[in-house]
């Protein structure tokens, strides 16, 4: 019985931190790979994770633009977009001062755009170099 327990003791200690391991990358997994959205029409799925990229703080959206829904400022994102031909490092920057404060912020958008693939992701040195430089695309905050 002794060997049995210790068998059984020494293949748990192994089996759990890979299950561990396994439970933790599921979630993430799941957010890196969106579903394309049933219908037509350009679309993105965009985060915002504060803390750089593997930051526990991250905001999602699915930005639909036939019509703009999804994003609480979807008229607006979707109306920079369309202005960019769909290329968010075309929307015009904005003039305006950022505090010199290093909290870093990053972005991702993947999607479809007038039939185009969109995969983009940056890292910002605050929340308002992002919305400077990304216009409503990215401000996910209602």
Not at 1 to 12: D, E, K, P, Q, Y
Not at 15 to 34: D, E, I, N, Q
């Amino acid at each position: 019985m002794t060997h049995f327990t210790t068998v059984a003791t020494h293949l748990l200690r192994r089996a759990l931190p890979a299950a561990a391991a396994l439970m933790l990358a599921c979630p993430a997994a799941a957010h890196a790979a969106p579903h394309r959205p049933t219908g037509h029409g350009d679309w993105l799925y965009l985060s915002v994770s504060r803390g750089g990229a593997a930051s526990g703080d991250t905001r999602r959206a699915l930005l639909l633009c036939d019509p703009p829904l999804g994003h609480p400022h979807a008229a607006e994102a979707c109306s920079q977009l369309r202005t960019a031909r769909g290329d968010i490092r075309g929307i015009p920057r904005k003039e305006v001062l950022c505090s010199m404060i290093y909290a870093p912020v990053t972005v991702r958008a993947a999607g479809r755009w007038q039939g185009r693939t969109i995969d983009y992701t940056a890292t910002f040195a605050n929340a308002c170099m992002m919305r400077a430089r990304t216009g409503e695309v990215f401000s996910l905050d209602r």
